[in-house]
């Protein structure tokens, strides 16, 4: 089995890849625990960069929802993997280096949310961005609701939560949700340039600045990821929830 998560340095940049593309890199607990100890390898190694990127055509679909309709105990799975990436969130936001999102595809449900955690992105022209969780009578997750809100305002963020709108990368540009968006043919590259300068940027200054902003914008984040938690559990409890993921499950085949 191939591993969920790829690992690979270039200089002091660590590069994490989610890599399930025939599940548009969906989420279930080996990725997610993958992404952990991936972070994890950043801070005892002291990387400069972290990079996080989705193999294939997809940045991430979310959460792999097969898993939760396969879960004998459905609340108690999604308690259980809602911790896991909580864990994930919290890891970014406290880890010293910076970490870029690098999209290409879509970032749906808790994949958008896993790009909004991180301290820059950058995304291929045909990108997509899309909330999705009304789609399934779901609630967001991983910190979607504390930081869309902070990024957008009330009326903005209530708009792409309840609405499900897709975003193009333009238009995320536009919001603030990505930094540059980068044309097709030169994603690679363009993204290399961006995190080789990030790396040569002075290591203490760079952790100063992002605990800074971390006291200045994130106070009470792991108590709120906690309520979104109990929230995404409680809802996959709902008939409502269950009979949306059925009809979503039947149109994908």
């Not at 909330?131 to 779901?138: C, D, E, L, T």
Request: proline letters at 3%.
């Amino acid at each position: 089995m191939a591993d969920a998560i790829l690992q690979r340095w270039e200089g002091e940049v660590l590069h994490l890849t989610m890599n399930r593309p025939e599940r548009l890199n969906a989420m279930d607990p080996e990725l997610l625990d993958g992404l952990l100890e991936g972070l994890q390898l950043a801070e005892a190694e002291g990387a400069r960069v972290v990079a996080l990127a989705g193999a294939g055509r997809a940045f991430s679909a979310g959460a792999d929802l097969v898993e939760f309709h396969r879960a004998e105990d459905t609340p108690q799975f999604v308690f259980h993997i809602a911790g896991l990436l909580n864990g994930v969130i919290t890891r970014i936001r406290r880890l010293e280096a910076p970490v870029v999102a690098l999209i290409r595809g879509a970032a749906v449900g808790a994949g958008f949310s896993l790009a909004l955690a991180c301290d820059l992105a950058v995304a291929e022209e045909g990108a997509i961005f899309n909330m999705g969780y009304m789609r399934i009578a779901f609630s967001p997750d991983a910190g979607a609701t504390f930081l869309l809100s902070r990024i957008l305002g009330l009326k903005a963020a209530m708009q792409l939560f309840l609405l499900t709108e897709d975003i193009d990368a333009f238009k995320a540009k536009e919001l603030g949700l990505v930094n540059f968006v980068f044309p097709l043919g030169e994603f690679e590259d363009r993204s290399r340039e961006l995190l080789h300068r990030l790396g040569e940027l002075p290591r203490h200054a760079v952790a100063w600045t992002k605990r800074l902003v971390n006291d200045a914008l994130f106070q009470g984040l792991e108590a709120h990821l906690e309520r979104e938690r109990v929230a995404v559990a409680e809802l996959s409890g709902t008939d409502d929830f269950r009979k949306r993921l059925e009809a979503f499950l039947r149109r994908k085949g």
